[in-house]
């Protein structure tokens, strides 16, 4: 089994910053799991946000996040962080974070996924 726990959303001011933590755990949890972060705004389906391979070598982003987001993770914590600077009001829905064999903008090929965390932008 393998558990992801999301952390850090909450309720902001447009330009405001916000970090999101993902901890892993679990008996199968691999740390050479890429990592990924999700949204789903109300009435909408779940979109990619960005992603990271296990080494933090490589990490892709949504058009729509570039330079204002940022994905790391710490192995040593088996926790993924997402930065999220410069919020706007389209960027409000619930994050998720998710584990895959690899890196991936597709949300069909992630393996597991947290149960979410809020993330409100108010303009």
């Known amino acids: 089994q393998v558990q992801l726990v999301e952390s850090g959303g909450g309720s902001v001011q447009a330009g405001a910053s916000l970090r999101l933590s993902c901890a892993a755990s679990g008996r199968t949890f691999n740390p050479y799991y890429a990592m990924g972060w999700f949204r789903q705004a109300p009435g909408k389906g779940r979109d990619f946000v960005a992603a990271i391979d296990w080494s933090a070598d490589s990490t892709i982003y949504a058009d729509s996040v570039k330079g204002r987001f940022t994905i790391s993770r710490d192995n040593a914590k088996n926790t993924v962080y997402l930065q999220m600077n410069s919020l706007k009001p389209e960027d409000t829905a619930v994050y998720y974070c998710?584990?895959?064999?690899?890196?991936?903008?597709?949300?069909?090929?992630?393996?597991?996924w947290g149960q979410g965390t809020q993330v409100t932008v108010s303009s």
């Open positions: 998710a584990a895959a064999l690899k890196v991936g903008a597709s949300r069909y090929e992630y393996d597991y």
